[in-house]
Every structure is written in structure tokens, then in C-alpha cells.
């Protein structure tokens, strides 16, 4: 096996022909799902050549796919799956809530026990709503950031990811809500500070991520978002925060460890326990529109936004899971992980490079061309998986709490393999 590029196709297609004779029964799962969901998938971003594999089960960081192959899961459901895939206090929590009555038809007091553990962990919020996305967090954040600004604008920038109605990854997206979308390159303050100069007076919001997550994990510069803050602050627009990924890397998010502090931040992901989850929420002065009884409120329903299930999943998480000393030894790894990475890479060949911030990163294929570049990384990624590790095609690593050190050892040794093979 080689990454070179002569023999890179021939290469790419012998892997993906052994990845068909192992997995027949993920084919099968796919042409039967096809008969009821578009080409078989209802989650645009799980979709991979030839066809995705079919997962039947999982426990702690291992899964199972449909042929009885298990692999140690590195990808955790995308930055979502923070916990495993079994565990038994949140299992205790949901059954706990189910047994005491689910769907109670008004307020109950989980959901307020967890927005105080929240709005006590992020710098940026005194009040806060939740959502039963991400998405839905940001379209909430910008919205608000519109009606109480008075401005239409939003800046946002070139490769982030804010939902599915919110995708920058080629510019503004087909499928987005029609907002009036300024795209600017990432990391990049002249530029945003030349948008500011020339429209500063009808932008009502910035939405960025202090990493794009989904845009490969580019890490945003101090500077570039200190930038940000400055010309919101002196355009009067909002600076809005997604953390959705980055939340994990302090119990006050990246905001925590910049020093740098938004007005409004938008979550998603871990702090549902593994049930559906989002939320936004601001100081006490961007939140107030969201009061009902405000003369002018902004109103924001959703049936499921304090699903009580999900609500003592998430409390049951940030009160006994995401705790400050688990979250920091849990980004140290990220960081010792991905510099392992990148010391195997370079001692291999240096055909990849990773980027990241604490405990989720971004394996990518170097090279002028990126055919070439994406070739090379799909090559790795069915090489890696016959071995038993498991990441998004895409390059995409996010470390759960129960991938330890005798994982991450396995994973660079068959790397290892697989870099020496295809020398
Ligand atoms: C940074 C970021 N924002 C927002 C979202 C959307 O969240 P959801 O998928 O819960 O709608 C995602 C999802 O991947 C994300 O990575």
C-alpha cells in the first residue's frame, strides 16, 4: 500500500473493495433503508463512499457494525457523544424522570436546576433558553440578535458550521435561511474589520465558532477574536459564540479559556446527555426580550425545549460528568493526542497533518491538490478501520471520556502500520 500519488488510485480502490467483502451486511442495510429514506439517510454529514457502515451496537468507546466487526470509536457521534456509548448514571437519570412522569405539560424543575448549573459555568450568560438543536440554538441567537438591533446583517465566516439551515462550508449555502449573510475568511481581522467599516451600522450580529469544527479544526487566533469583540463593541452589533463543539474545552467553554466574552453563546450536543439538546443565552440585557411578560417579548415555543427526559440526562452529565477536573484531563489527552499524531505523521511520510483544540481534531491529507489530499486521507480511513479504528471519513476525531491511554496506544500503533505499509 502507498500514499504516493502514482500508485494512490489503484491503492484507494483495492481498500475500497476490501472494505465491500467485509461489509455486505452494511450494504444490504443501506439498499433496504433506501426503500423508505432518501438514498437510505436521514443525516446528510453520515454519509461516505461507497456506502456508510451500518453500527448495531455500542459499548463504553467500542461499536459494532452490522457484520459483527467492532472498532474503537474515535469519531464519538461527532463531538456529541462525550460519554460513550453505554452509560449507567444517565441511564439511571432518564429512567429515573420517565418513572416520575415525562411530558408534564409545563415547567418542572429539572429544567431549571440545569439552566443554573449552566448560566453558573459560562462568563457570558445570566439567563438562557433551550432548544432541541444546535441549529435551532443559533437561528434563536441570530434572531433575537435581528428583532432587538433593529439591523439585518450577519456576519459569519467562510468554512464554519452553525446547523443545517446555517452552512458556510462553500460560501452561503443553497438550503440556508435567507438572512442577509456577509461570509468572511476565518481568522482573518482585516477583513472583518474592512466589513465593519463599510456596513458597520446594519450589522446586528457575529456568529463564529472560537474553532470551526466542521470546517476541518481550525483553531481561531486570540487576536482575530479579540478582534471580533472590539467591533461589535464599538458597532453596537452582537458577538455570538458557537460553542456547540467547543463547549467541552472548559466547564466555561473556549470563552473560558480565551478571556474573551460574547454576548450571547449558543450550545448543542454534550449537555443533553446523549438526548436531543441545544440552548442560547446572553446577559441578563440581551436575554430580557424572552421574558413574557416584557411589553414587547420575542416569543420562542418549541414543545420539546424542556423535554424532561433530556433535562436530567443533561443535569445528571454536567453535575456528575463534564466536571471541571474531567473536562481539563480530558483536553490534556486531546492535546498529547493530537501532538502524537502529528510526531507519527511527520515520522511517516508526512502525507497528513492534524489540526484541533483539546480533545477534538482533524486528520488532513497534504498536497497541492486536494483531490489528491482527500484521496489520501480516504485511503487511511478504510485502512484504519479494517484494523478496528473508527473516525469520521471527513478526518474528523473527537475523544469520548472512556478512550484512555491503552486506546489512543492502539490507534498510533495501527497507524503506525499503516503509514509503514504505504511508505
Ligand atoms: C459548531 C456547531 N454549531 C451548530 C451545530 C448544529 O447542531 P445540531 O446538529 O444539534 O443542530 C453543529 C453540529 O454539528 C456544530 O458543530
Redesign the pocket.
Known amino acids: 500500500m502507498t500514499f504516493h500519488t502514482d500508485t494512490l488510485t489503484a491503492e484507494l480502490s483495492r481498500a475500497e473493495e476490501d472494505f465491500r467483502r467485509r461489509t455486505p451486511q452494511s450494504a444490504d442495510a443501506l439498499t433496504r433503508a433506501s426503500r423508505v429514506l432518501p438514498g437510505g439517510n436521514t443525516r446528510s ?1 453520515l454519509w461516505t463512499a461507497p456506502y456508510p457502515l451500518s453500527i448495531t451496537g455500542g459499548e463504553g468507546c467500542r461499536i459494532t457494525d452490522a457484520d459483527g466487526h467492532t472498532y474503537f470509536d474515535f469519531l464519538g457521534e ?3 457523544g462525550i460519554y460513550g456509548h453505554t452509560c449507567p448514571s444517565l441511564e439511571q437519570a432518564v429512567t429515573a424522570a420517565h418513572r416520575a412522569g415525562f411530558g408534564l405539560s409545563s415547567h418542572t424543575p429539572y429544567e431549571v436546576a440545569l439552566a443554573e448549573e449552566l448560566a453558573a459555568r459560562f462568563p457570558s450568560i445570566d439567563l438562557l433558553r433551550f432548544t432541541n ?6 437561528l434563536m441567537a441570530l434572531t433575537a440578535a435581528r428583532l432587538v438591533t433593529g439591523r439585518k446583517r450577519i456576519v459569519v465566516f467562510a468554512g ?5 439551515v ?1 452552512t458556510f462550508g462553500n460560501g452561503n449555502a443553497p438550503v440556508n435561511v435567507p438572512f442577509d449573510f456577509a461570509v468572511l475568511p476565518y481568522n482573518d481581522a482585516e477583513a472583518a474589520a474592512r466589513e465593519f467599516a463599510a456596513s458597520g451600522d446594519r450589522i446586528a450580529a457575529v456568529l463564529v ?1 472560537p474553532m ?3 470546517g476541518g479544526c481550525v483553531v481561531g487566533s486570540a487576536e482575530f477574536l479579540q478582534t471580533l469583540r472590539d467591533l461589535c463593541d464599538d458597532s453596537g452589533a452582537w458577538l455570538i459564540f ?5 463547549a467541552r474545552m472548559a466547564p466555561g467553554g473556549a470563552q473560558e479559556r480565551l478571556g474573551i466574552t460574547p454576548d450571547m453563546t ?1 450550545l ?2 454534550i449537555f443533553g446527555g446523549g438526548l ?3 440552548a442560547f443565552g446572553g446577559r441578563q440585557s440581551v436575554m430580557a426580550r424572552f421574558d413574557p411578560a416584557h411589553p414587547d417579548p420575542i416569543p420562542h415555543a418549541g414543545t420539546f425545549n424542556n423535554n424532561r427526559l433530556t433535562m436530567a440526562a443533561g443535569l445528571e452529565a454536567v453535575r456528575n460528568h463534564l466536571t471541571p477536573e474531567a473536562l481539563a484531563a480530558l483536553y490534556e489527552r486531546g492535546e498529547a493526542f493530537r501532538a502524537a499524531l502529528n510526531e507519527r505523521f511527520a515520522a511517516n511520510g508526512g502525507a497528513f497533518h492534524v489540526t484541533g483544540m483539546g480533545s477534538i481534531m482533524n486528520i488532513h491529507g497534504k498536497g497541492e491538490d486536494a483531490a489528491l489530499r482527500l484521496d489520501r486521507l480516504r485511503l487511511l480511513h478504510f485502512r484504519m478501520m479494517e484494523r478496528g479504528y473508527y473516525f469520521a471519513a471527513r478526518g474528523l476525531i473527537a475523544l469520548s471520556f472512556p478512550v484512555g491511554e491503552t486506546e489512543m496506544t492502539g490507534f498510533l500503533d495501527a497507524l503506525d502500520a499503516v503509514l509503514i505499509a504505504g511508505r
Open positions: 454529514s461527532f463531538t456529541a438543536s444546535g441549529t435551532e440554538a443559533n464554519g458550521y452553525h446547523g443545517g446555517l465558532e470551526q469544527g466542521a458557537d460553542e456547540v463543539q467547543t449558543t448543542g450536543k436531543a439538546f441545544g
